[in-house]
């Protein structure tokens, strides 16, 4: 049963902003919602976390609503190098014992 | 500093063989995982020790796969008998704390493993 649930893949052309959204409906009162680069034959990246609301760092922002059943992760200006697969994290579980990243959204920047 | 590393980064092995892959975690991280990502696919969990505690081993695919952590710091994943559907890249990473302490993972460069 899939905890997270994210888009396929989406297009994207340099400049623009991209959003990526995640839902994650079972999200517990203690879990983070974390946000990880992956690119081919490597193991992912992190790129951002937060709780609520609204979290911004050198990279990306992330954009929680208050129910936290979705986040929404931003990246200001694509470049070719963003083309990598994203995934989305949460922990579920009463006792935090598990992790499940979402399917990953592969995101094609074009020139 | 060094990162994580796993050893070895490919391995082929013949069907019904044990296979045992290695992660050395980024040093002073209390908490490793692993996980299993097959082909185009995305990241399974598998397993999450907490020091050299796995509290909850019910991620992993079957009683042929195992996993322990020694000395809070290198562990390995057993698998036994190998199957063809086995095949994948296994990954390992590792965090100060347990991710409900909203704690970053850092992911090793993965293990191919290629069950003929």
């Known amino acids: 049963l899939a905890k997270t649930t994210q888009p396929i893949s989406m297009d994207s052309y340099e400049g623009q902003e991209v959003n990526i959204t995640c839902s994650h409906n079972?999200?517990?009162?203690?879990?983070?919602i974390t946000w990880y680069q992956q690119f081919p034959s490597q193991g992912p990246r992190f790129i951002i976390q937060?709780?609520?609301t609204k979290v911004t760092n050198e990279v990306a922002s992330l954009f929680i609503p208050a129910d936290r059943k979705s986040s929404t992760l931003s990246l200001p200006r694509v470049s070719l190098s963003d083309t990598a697969v994203y995934y989305c994290?949460?922990?579920?579980?009463?006792?935090?014992?598990?992790?499940?990243f979402g399917s990953g959204t592969k995101l094609n920047v074009k020139p | 500093g060094a990162g994580v590393s796993q050893s070895p980064s490919n391995k082929v092995t013949e069907k019904g063989k044990d296979v045992e892959l290695r992660c050395d975690p980024i040093?002073?991280?209390?908490?490793l995982y692993w996980y299993r990502q097959r082909l185009g696919q995305g990241l399974e969990f598998l397993i999450y020790?907490?020091?050299?505690?796995?509290?909850?081993k019910s991620g992993l695919p079957s009683d042929r796969f195992s996993a322990e952590r020694t000395g809070e710091s290198v562990s390995t994943l057993t698998i036994q008998r190998t199957q063809q559907e086995d095949s994948a890249v296994y990954l390992c990473?590792?965090?100060?704390?347990?991710?409900?302490?909203?704690?970053?993972?850092?992911f090793g460069p993965g293990t191919r493993l290629t069950v003929l």
């Open positions: 990473a590792s965090s100060w704390g347990g991710l409900a302490r909203g704690n970053e993972q850092f």
């Open positions: 079972n999200i517990a009162t203690n879990d983070y």
């Open positions: 937060g709780y609520k």
């Open positions: 994290l949460v922990g579920v579980g009463d006792n935090f014992n598990k992790f499940y």
């Open positions: 040093s002073g991280h209390t908490a």
């Open positions: 020790f907490q020091g050299n505690s796995a509290p909850d």
